[in-house]
């Protein structure tokens, strides 16, 4: 009788696309004896753009987890070992192969981006790459790798959930987990907060133990404590693609600001006639503004381009793909909205809620977070009045809205009290100097004034 031998296949950190080099693991969905299947998303890492979900190309069972959650990964890293009995399990083995040969074939195609699991469950081939020690990473048995996580290491938290824990003092080894394989999920931190705060008036619940800062910190990958000094977190994920993106806007783009007051008063009064005209379906004011933007940039379209600095030349954009600043736990992203040149201001409507939801949720694909060609931000969310925005580069220009407050405002010679806020538009003066951005935006502010203005461009 033959004895079936085990055979153990590497799965690295593959490509994620868009030009990503490296993820941060945030949750494992297998653990160390669990059976994968192929295509089975085993592990949530968070890139500078999203969330993602990665499947494994590979069937049996698992043999090693090489990083624990936290840890930030290059991609080519050792990610997973999977073991496949050889004589036992041909047809898994067999089948590693023919997804290792799909993901090639898609990769080749010029996807670059076939990875990501959102309705394909696809993933691209491990592939030979450098590995941050500089030493070549590919193909193998692992053997080179970090030890694999054994039943008593510790087990696998989100760094958001880390965090979370660490500012309300929360003792994660008191925390009863729920998620797979012992798992310290949210809702579980959210619940041992809940029991402190009951302490204080209901002496019959037992206290979650506060955490000891020492121990704490030294778990924690957002930062680690310095000996006489503060503490030293690191730029990760989307702060750290924030951060490099505002440095390159300002170092490269020589910005300009201007703004204007308006009178807000009549396209309130527009979005009330435009819900109660599609009952149950609420059209936000961003979805004004952004129509708005669309036939501005109509009107402007020097406005809607880049700065090609290697070849000194403007890109002037046919198309417009609307970004606009969304806040996420995770941090400031710029969903984009295709060819909202295209829509209606109901279409609009649909698709930013839309995308605030995914973002939110954290699942927002790559190719959403790019391609941009002009960014709105709505941070009169937050209860002010103004700002001098970055441009988000590449783009051009960029518009923000205030909050909208009771201000005394003469009308018609008259004073009167009405719903006014601030824009600002700040615009790269490479592309146009300030007659077209002055009369961009004086556009804007008169749509908003009179939003009966914009049947003239329908």
Same mark, same amino acid.
């Given at each position: ?21 490296? +993820? ?12 994968? #299947? ?6 949530e890492v968070e890139t500078a753009k999203a969330a993602v979900e990665v499947p494994v190309p590979y069937a049996g069972t698992v043999l090693r987890l090489h990083a624990e959650a936290g840890t930030a990964l290059a991609v080519g890293e050792p990610l997973i070992t999977v073991g496949a009995a050889v004589a036992g399990e041909a ?16 990769? !080749?195609?010029?996807? /670059? ?7 394909? =469950? ?15 990473? /590919? ?11 054994? *039943? ?6 989100? *760094? ?48 979650? +133990? ?14 680690? *404590?310095?000996?006489?000094? *503060? ?34 008063? =009549? ?77 209606? #201001?109901? !279409?609009?409507?649909?698709?930013? +809620? ?15 977070? #790019? ?30 809205? =205030? ?12 004073? +009167? ?42």
């Open positions: 009788m033959t004895t079936a031998t085990l055979q153990e296949q590497l799965f690295r950190l593959p490509d994620l696309g868009e030009g990503l080099a490296e +993820a941060e693991i945030v949750e494992w969905k297998v653990a160390v004896g669990d059976t994968v #299947t192929i295509d089975q998303i085993v592990i047809e898994g083995t067999a089948g590693g192969s023919v997804a290792e040969e799909r993901y090639r074939e898609e990769e !080749q195609a010029g996807s /670059g981006n076939v990875l990501i699991g959102y309705g394909t =469950g696809h993933g691209p081939a491990p592939r030979r790459r450098r590995g941050r020690t500089g030493g070549a990473t /590919g193909g193998g048995t692992g053997t080179e790798a970090a030890q694999p996580l054994g *039943p008593h290491a510790p087990r696998v938290i989100s *760094p958001l959930v880390r965090r979370m824990a660490r500012e309300h003092g929360i003792d994660l080894a008191a925390v009863a987990p729920s998620g797979p394989a012992g798992v310290v999920l949210r809702r579980d931190v959210e619940q041992a907060l809940a029991r402190v705060r009951r302490t204080a008036t209901d002496p019959e619940v037992a206290p979650v +133990a506060p955490a000891q800062p020492s121990a704490d910190l030294a778990l924690a990958p957002q930062g680690r *404590p310095a000996a006489d000094g *503060p503490q030293r977190i690191p730029l990760r994920g989307v702060r750290r693609a924030v951060a490099d993106k505002l440095s390159r806007s300002r170092t490269e783009i020589p910005d300009a600001t201007t703004w204007v007051d308006v009178d807000a008063t =009549g396209l309130l009064q527009a979005k009330k006639a435009l819900e109660a005209a599609e009952p149950g379906r609420r059209i936000g004011l961003l979805a004004l503004l952004a129509r708005i933007c669309v036939a501005g940039l109509r009107r402007f379209p020097e406005l809607n381009s880049t700065v090609d600095t290697e070849r000194r030349e403007i890109l002037r954009f046919n198309e417009v793909h609307l970004g606009f600043a969304a806040q996420t736990e995770r941090g400031l992203v710029v969903p984009v909205v295709r060819d909202a040149h295209l829509m209606t #201001t109901v !279409q609009l409507a649909l698709e930013l +809620a839309r995308l605030t939801e995914l973002a939110r949720a954290g699942s927002l694909p790559p190719d959403r977070l #790019t391609g941009g060609t002009f960014t709105l931000n709505n941070y009169g969310v937050f209860g002010v009045d103004g700002s001098t925005p970055i441009i988000n580069h590449p783009e051009a220009a960029l518009l923000g809205a =205030g909050r909208i407050v009771d201000k005394p405002w003469v009308v018609d010679g008259a004073l +009167a009290v009405r719903k006014v806020m601030q824009l600002s538009f700040s615009f790269d003066h490479r592309v146009c100097d300030g007659g077209v951005a002055g009369g961009f935006l004086r556009y804007v502010a008169d749509c908003v004034e009179r939003p009966a203005i914009l049947l003239a461009d329908a």
